[in-house]
């Protein structure tokens, strides 16, 4: 069991949900990133999906291209974002799931890949670009180096594919919201309940959902369904209002942040 799994059986507990904000690595700049990383730990975060720029982010909308060309200015790599973990890890045990697409892990090497990340701190990987049908290497090679491989359900994906996802996933399955990119939204879809629905007739394992929270509100509509709720885009807005002021990015930042947290903390009586 690694901490993802140790997380999600904890609040399991509590009868709360995670609460899992995301941050892109190197955004706005390498030297911000693990303060705004420990930032949203410090505002509730239960586990923090870590992102990977990458040059063609096709599950991504414009908030998270933004972020992504802005770090990748700096020209930060996979390694360094690794070395980024393991510095981190001196400080807090939260657990971190690394969001990346699969060229970069390719280039690394699936072998060199997983044992640079266990060594490094990270949990578990989401590569929205990997279907389950061509992971099997990658599957056996994360196994052994204890990372949790996690795969999306989306709105149009079938029950057999739905129980395919399941049995393939560990940690958690991440339940896209909406059919299309990442971003934040005014409304959640009158798609996901129905959805984590059926998905539960198949598995038992937590089940988070992400794309398009933006408000407390949906996170708790999310915290009665799901095990928990991600939030990306909306954190990044508030981020990009403050660039040209660190102390308050990160303010503005924690405060948003709280505000979602709180929304999951739901516990049921």
Known sequence: ???????????????ASAF????????PNPELTPKLFLTLEEAGADIIEFGVPFSDPIADGPTIQRASE?????????????????????????PIALMS????????????????AQAAGIDGVIIPDLPPEQADSLL????????????????????????????????FIYCVSVTGVTGARATLSDEVAPMIAELRKH?????????????????????????????????INVAEKNMDDETKLLTEVKQFASDLAAGTKIVDI
């Open 1 to 15: 069991m690694n901490r993802i799994e140790k997380k999600f059986q904890e609040l399991k507990q509590q009868g």
């Open 20 to 27: 899992m904000p995301y941050v892109c690595a190197g955004d």
């Open 101 to 116: 697409y699969y060229n970069p892990i390719f280039r690394m090497g699936e072998e060199s890949f997983c044992k640079a």
């Open 203 to 235: 598995t038992d394992k937590p089940i988070c959902v992400g794309f398009g929270i933006s408000t407390p509100e949906q996170a708790t509509q999310v915290a009665h369904v799901a095990d928990g709720a991600i939030v990306a885009s909306a954190i």
């Open 140 to 171: 056996k090679v994360a196994s052994q180096y204890n990372l949790a491989t996690i795969f999306l359900v989306a709105p149009t994906s079938p029950p057999e594919r739905m129980q395919l996802i399941a049995s393939v996933s560990t940690g």
């Open 70 to 94: 802005r770090a990748l200015k700096h020209r930060i790599s996979l390694q360094q974002i690794l070395e980024i973990v393991k510095t981190l890890r001196q400080q807090t045990e939260i």
